[in-house]
């Protein structure tokens, strides 16, 4: 069956070009611009010496990772006003950054963290679809980075990431099952799916959504496929990266 | 190999007795307490005869089915603050009703909504694990019932919802598979999966989180065929309910 | 002179059928289910082992009683948006969680209560007039219940309440005194009284108000005798209705 | 029996020093100093050309009163935190607020201020109890005020004020009735009550609430005997402070 | 060159009639009424026995000045909402109460004022031009009476003020350089200047904005003239005003 | 007399690096990174098609022109809480995007922008002193790559910028007047302004603070010329950047 090519002439198991550029944010212990095609997100990570209020109250040993995403006004097409100026957090945003703290936690070993929270900050410089997928990938890039520096300034006695860990879509598109969907494609897509991986090739997360619409086993199984496949060449790139960085 | 025993004797494939009841909320259009062991869940659908402000910008047509969801505050072991007191909602609860509202949504017809936005209240009275899949097994039952009335009072042509839908849980709990988590397994899950599913057996949404940790392919393949397992026993339970109640 | 006849049928003197239902929410230490007529409360007790800021500031010794009223969205004929999606609470909900608290606490030994706060919620299941009145009603058997259950459980050593408390409306409708207004009646009434009254007949708290009109001393008079009279009924009821459940 | 005698020396019955000092606010339409011995409050009416959203859907005819009630930070002897700084209205505002409107509202002919809202604030320059009944009392001044302007201006054809209106408290203070209760007085009373009346002797609204504390049938037809005659010296008090500006 | 006349008919360098009466609001420690003209600024200070919360945070010695501004409802032509209402601060006012605080504290010794915030707070009862620098103004006085009460009460060891503070506005309008501008004179104004300068001729803050326009160096160097001059003589005004209160 | 040299070495009179890159955010219609030294800003704007309501209302013809300010949570030292996990913009935020929306309107001729409003949006991406001037600066060659853009395709028939406009900070540091203060010089300084001028060297703004601290006419005309100085070779920067890019 002959099936509609993809906007930008992809095959259905591509990804789009991957950029990882460090050091986009000099303020930050680590920071990355992490590019998917045309999507652009400034991956920051901070660090602040305490961790939330229920660890205290809970005296739970350790430290914790916490995320925060935002699109700034000019990433997207028509301006997108900033949270301040709604007064909260749109359901999509509170989606997105629970779901990047919890893909980093998945490959951290908390209890490495003594006392410390990683702040994690996903700014979305320019969004054409991807955003929370080049997030998490970035942001483990970022994490990494401010690792090392804690490391090397003595202030981190071990590495506790304890894996790498990737994000990336996949979804059901004109009836086909096909990769990292950019924005046409994830706006006409019937199904909608978000895979986090480990470089180990396990999994941390796995949402497939209908939209407004449902999908089958065999489906499923495409889009968990596809999504194995793309999130390995993403660990490939990351490891890559910070090789070429000395980390 | 010999497995721990489930906290209330189950088997790792058995449901919660369940409970459907209509009629909770008499003012509702529709409504039904659904209760999955000892998690409650008031659920009620009201009618309200406009769109949301950007159907009507965009001059979309049809209806709109939208959900909120709250834990009433004496449904947890702890008193849980109340959203107006807090001044937000949490990201758990705009997770939920996000869900709940995308899961209707999936198996209408909103076209046969004309003018209409179906709200959906899922209000829990009781917490026990599970409250996000009891809401959505009780919300089709109680947007059924609605439907049934508007048609009867000639207020609907024809029933929008073209398929039936609901929503159960399932995890690794003790590195074995288990279906309909209450809340102690639910805590101590290293895997935590909601799986909803159609009447005729399609996928409308699958969520499958490492809490903490990871999984891998033969896990998830358990934890998807324990979900479509009991998604199938509670669509039966729904058609008996509305069957019992001549709808 | 000939009246007009009461919607319901009802005497002027007469109220609606009075339903007391306890253990409506497992998970609080006291609930009940408050039924005047068509309208239904839910009420709830919690114990918070802390008291109010204020309190701990001030080194007020004993404990404190505190209320929230909330109408649930399908309580009312239109859907009611819930306190959060307005983003504050209305003047309505303020004064009667602010009535529900001051009832309670008038009764109420509050060095008896050492440390604890005692939450009292208010969820209104369905709306017909008289949801203030029959919360306070509640709230008493709730917290009754709540309190013998701690008794039991040797985390209170007495008990704290010193009476019983009630609450019910009276006013001027179609130019006569009635008692136990319901939704029509309380909309169309020219005087809408509340009255709150111990067992053993001691006044807690006398509002009387002209809904954009006035009254005399006459009409004061007779609506003092109805909401007494109303009262001393539910004081009977609440007593039957805890004697019942052997407290 | 011989009673504790009062803070200042007044007998039960005495009210307090009553100013009433028009055109404090020259910018508002209607304004008035109006103090109760040390209260000190600024009321002023000011008109907005529009009716409330919920007027205009509804398509009622005529206008609407709406009050707002603010203590200035140096009112009070601790600096009392702006309303703005808290970022809500406590509860005891909200009721206040309520209570200036209703009152004003029930000696007025809403049809005759077509298309019109009267904003009556009420600003606390100094607290010493009796803030509430101040500001009914200077309200009614400051809105007389306001009408004859607009009538002299041809703004409004008719007055619509149909009475005047006064509000004084009462309570119980070491265990006798007094009137008129100052910070002290009302601080430690244990029966505390506040009267609004119309200059012909009507009731428009009775609040008796028990402090922590109950009373009696005697006790309220004492409190109700004094209210009654503090307010219809206030009436008189009103009536010679407009007639002294030609009012 | 003629030049159109002011509106109020005074010369270019002529200030508008000031007023300073002290003890408008009794209860704060000190206060003064300030007029301008028609602009009437209610300026009082309030001492709360702590520091902000950064100051004991970062151990800073001594204590705070805070300043705060409001527009009162009724102050300007048309009702102007209060903050409460709309929920936030509007960005003029923010500016507004922050210049406040920076002039007060740029004439005193903070580190005597140990432990202690001095709150001024600006209402303004009438606005006719120049609130802001009519605040500046009377809050010195206030403070400067509020230093000699707490000094006579044995509160304060010795004057933190250092010098008085004053401030005063000036502009480009109709082409010409005027002090001291109202209303109407600052709505059509080219160029808007505030200037606040100590008693000993020091400058503390100059802000000179093109409103919509630009200016050159000789308008820049002629509106700091004008303001220097203006602000002279409101020193001495306010050296008078406290000299006749044996201050 | 001898000087205390520079932090970085530069002379009293001498800018900070500056770098002008165009096309950092490509959604937007102009976009650059506008850096002085280590200070980094995004600035963008976007064209939205309608203006502010108050314009509409007043029926005001042309456009608009707003500016949003923020800086990136990883841009500080220490990391920044985000505005909307605070709540609510803090003071200095909304002075500086006040003071960029003022200076930009000041060069624009709003009667050319038919129906538009530019937002102009300034993110901060690394923080060290002189933030509000990078963001002005940058602000205008962002905004005349838009409009370039917006004449190039037909939306716009003419330039309604009517002059260039850049700012620069100035000020008193260990008693010396310095110009383009970094971070350390900033935090340090007595006296701190910043001067806002056109390209034809008028001014537009002008605020010279002293920092809980004042100055005299000798250094305010320092300030002034150092800021002239500065103002002047930020201009040619500009146009030299506009050239490069064919504008």
Redesign the interface.
Known sequence: MSQTPRTDGRRADELRPLRLEPG?????TG?VLCCFG?TQV?C?????KKVPGWMMQQKVAGGWITA?Y?L????????KQ????K???D?RT??I??LIG?AL???TD?SKLPGMTL?I?C?V???DGGTRTASITGAYVAARLAVHKLMTAGELAENPLV?TVAAISAGIWQDQPILDLDYPEDRDASVDANIVV?GS??????????E??????AQ?GQI?ALGTLGAGKLAEAQKACLAAHAV
Not at 24 to 28: E, L, Q
Not at 44 to 48: D, F, L, N, P, R
Not at 201 to 210: N, P
């Open positions: 986009i944010a000099p303020h930050a920071s045309k400034i920051a990570v901070t660090i602040e925060e935002s700034l006004p000019y990433s997207t097409h028509d301006r900033r949270d301040i100026a007064g909260k957090l359901g509170v989606e950054q629970r919890r936690r998945a490959v908390l702040w900050d700014d410089l320019q969004a894996d480990t090739g396990r999994f941390v997360e796995l949402q497939v959504a209908g407004e619409s449902t999908y089958d086993h499923l968990i």
